[in-house]
């Protein structure tokens, strides 16, 4: 922290000058207030939450807990936000990951061990047991947030063609994300669509709507998702 407030009271001066001429209008929020920082906050509440709880009672060393974070930091920034492009083959989604090493985020695969006794692990498996857990709590959380932010505002919306949508999956491993295009929609007798059919990476699948969640696609959605968050 010294090291970047020493490197942003040298360089003030430049970066008040390009963000000027990007038109990009720095806003900070006030000392010790983080709510008035809304959906990212959210998020950081949200992780240190799930922490807690797949760490434990455990004893790391430093070199264990610096390992844990950058694992969660990974599947913190896997997380898809937005579709890739509009073509309606096309399955993948925008993350954060895009923007830091400009392609997605990978992990190796590694065995199950969110049920296997902590004592039974050797301290490598613990730290993959914790990255594990955390994942299978935060995901879920994760999706149903999505999908809280995307619902219908009335009876009429509904899923159209070639949506991208997030497909809730069990026992997915971490950084791994089901997704699909929307290709067609059923309605009830009432005439409201609860039922969809889903061109995934591995074929048509049918899924009800309580198992998908739609991408946010424009900036209404975006807007209405920090509205959410932050009220």
């Not at 047991?129 to 505002?153: C, P, V």
Request: hydrophobic share 35%; charged share 25%; proline share 6%.
């Amino acid at each position: 922290m010294k090291e970047f407030s020493q490197f942003m009271t040298e360089n003030s001066e430049e970066i008040v000058s390009l963000a000027a001429n990007d038109n990009i209008n720095l806003s900070f929020i006030p000392p010790y207030s983080p709510h008035f920082g809304g959906l990212w906050e959210a998020g950081v509440k949200s992780c240190k939450h799930h922490l807690r709880r797949a760490v434990g009672n455990s004893h790391l060393t430093y070199e264990e807990f610096s390992t844990v974070l950058a694992q969660i930091e990974a599947v913190l920034n896997s997380r898809p936000i937005h579709p890739m492009s509009a073509d309606p083959n096309d399955l993948r989604p925008l993350s954060p990951g895009h923007f830091l090493i400009g392609r997605p985020l990978t992990a190796p695969a590694c065995s199950d061990l969110t049920a296997t006794a902590s004592h039974r692990l050797t301290r490598y498996d613990r730290v993959e047991q914790i990255r594990q857990q955390f994942w299978q709590r935060w995901s879920k959380e994760y999706i149903s947030e999505l999908q809280t932010r995307t619902k219908w505002k009335t009876d009429k919306e509904d899923i159209v063609p070639n949506t991208l949508v997030l497909i809730k999956e069990d026992n997915l491993p971490p950084l791994k994300w089901r997704l699909g295009r929307a290709q067609q929609t059923f309605p009830g007798k009432d005439g409201i669509s609860r039922v969809a059919n889903l061109k995934t990476a591995t074929g048509i699948i049918q899924r009800a709507y309580s198992k998908i969640c739609p991408l946010l696609h424009n900036a209404e959605d975006y807007n209405e998702s920090l509205t959410t968050h932050i009220s």
